[in-house]
């Protein structure tokens, strides 16, 4: 857990610098395409020391290396960089084990002890579908069971928090088909109001809504009656933006509230996986809007950040700063479920990097019109021939006329074989490139926590959901002073 106030900001800080540091030494890595390994010759641009060792490491020791608890077992020297790296890697990181409880966030806001529980439900998953054993059957319908384990942390978070501090409503920006709004409201009795932007989303919402009274209702009837009924979620769609008018949102807010003085409306701000810029706009938001009390904010799609990013002075201030698509994209990535493939020894299944590298550089052959396009998923690509997964992958390019098909000739040969033979060196180099993605989201979310800090509000950042089930599982949590 990281924490950003006056006594810890000196450290928020020096990460964040040594973060930046480590990313301008390595921007040729994390601002490569792994499918231009052939066209670049990615290896390469490896130091000849990484490569004596990389070249014959085993799916095993490869994931030992990338796994910050582990201590790989070396049968021979390995380059000092390389290990140094690696424990970089690893101090560097935000911690995303996640919490037991959240006593940690009672104690970081100074909330009195007042009974409030800050305990989870217990963490139960059905073995037949995963389903979430604490929920109710009425908040599983329609929910996957990576939903209903972000729904049961998140909202436990947020009501503990609104609870404390006598803060009765939320708004659930990007909310979607309100699965997490709903939960808010019926099962921890907060009034909510669905934010989103879309009228499709906020309609489907609405009818969820109706879906679930009615199954309540029916229960009710049964003589069930664990499940009362609150008022309903409220639904406005707006789209959230730096420069909208805060008056006017709060009228509207008033008037879906039936409060008759917009002044008087305090809530919280929820933002559970927003995507892109809507983020960072949530933060600035929370600390232009009197309204607002508090923020929990998950973020996710960071390559879609275009305009918010550096937020903080701190990070504005620095000699470099350049994160760019490519590297934003890159933190999107989750080492976990990687790292259980190559243990688990299904490496295999990596093989579709080194055919859409080679596949990219047939296609650049081509025409230069063709480099880095959109190509057709191939489904089990690993179980088929490199000359089956390239007729696939090109099925929509030459339905539509723009490619002449490829020839069985252009797709085999000792060429082509001596590079489907580098198979694992592009794996080792995706390998490598991804040891980077947790230093790009903590140089993102640790800017967004100093922006805080330079507005003048304390905030903590809590690795909420299981990384397994929730890559993205960072909550950045802050309420304001008095």
Known sequence: ????????????????????????????????????????????????????????????????????????????????????????????????????????????????????????????????????????????????????????????????????????????????????????????KLQVACVDGDDKLTNSAKKFDVELEFTVNKMLNRGDTTLQLPRAPVHVTSHIAPDMNLDNFHDILANKFSISNPAELKYGILGLHTCGDLGPVLVRMFIQDPGAVLLNSVGCCYMKIKEHFPMSNFVQ??????????????????????????????????????????????????????RHTILKTVARAHEMSFADYVTKATTNLVINGDLEGFSQEELSGPRIQTQLDQWWEVVTFYTLRLAMAPIIEAVILLDRCLFLYENRVDSMMVPLFDPIMSPRNQVIVAVKKG
């Open 317 to 370: 201030a620095q000699e470099w700063n350049k994160l760019t698509y490519t590297s934003n994209e890159l933190a999107c990535h989750a080492l976990e479920m990687y790292t259980d493939r190559l243990k688990k020894e299904q490496e295999d299944k990596l093989k579709v990097h080194c055919y859409r590298a080679l596949l990219e550089k047939l296609l650049l052959g081509r025409d230069k019109k063709f």
């Open 1 to 188: 857990m990281i924490v950003c106030d006056e006594r810890n900001v000196g450290r928020v800080r020096k990460q964040l610098s040594d973060c930046l540091q480590l990313l301008d030494h390595y921007e040729w890595l994390i601002n490569s395409f792994v499918l231009d390994f052939f066209i670049d010759s990615h290896w390469n641009h490896l130091p000849s020391s990484w490569k004596d060792v990389l070249t014959n490491i085993t799916p095993h020791d490869l994931a030992n290396w990338l796994d910050h608890e582990e201590t790989p077992k070396y049968n021979e020297p390995w380059p000092l960089s390389l290990l140094a790296l690696k424990q970089t890697i690893k101090h560097l990181s935000l911690d995303r084990a996640p919490v037991d409880n959240l006593t940690n966030v009672k104690t970081f806001l100074k909330l009195p002890d007042n009974n409030q529980n800050w305990e989870f439900e217990p963490e139960l998953l059905s073995e037949s579908g995963g389903q979430h054993a604490s929920l109710k059957h009425v908040f599983r319908k329609h929910v996957k069971p990576k939903k209903q384990h972000e729904m049961c942390r998140l909202a436990k978070l947020t009501s503990s928090i609104c609870n404390s501090v006598h803060v009765d409503k939320v708004l659930d920006i990007g909310s979607g088909v309100g699965h997490l709004s709903r939960y808010l409201c019926y099962n921890n």
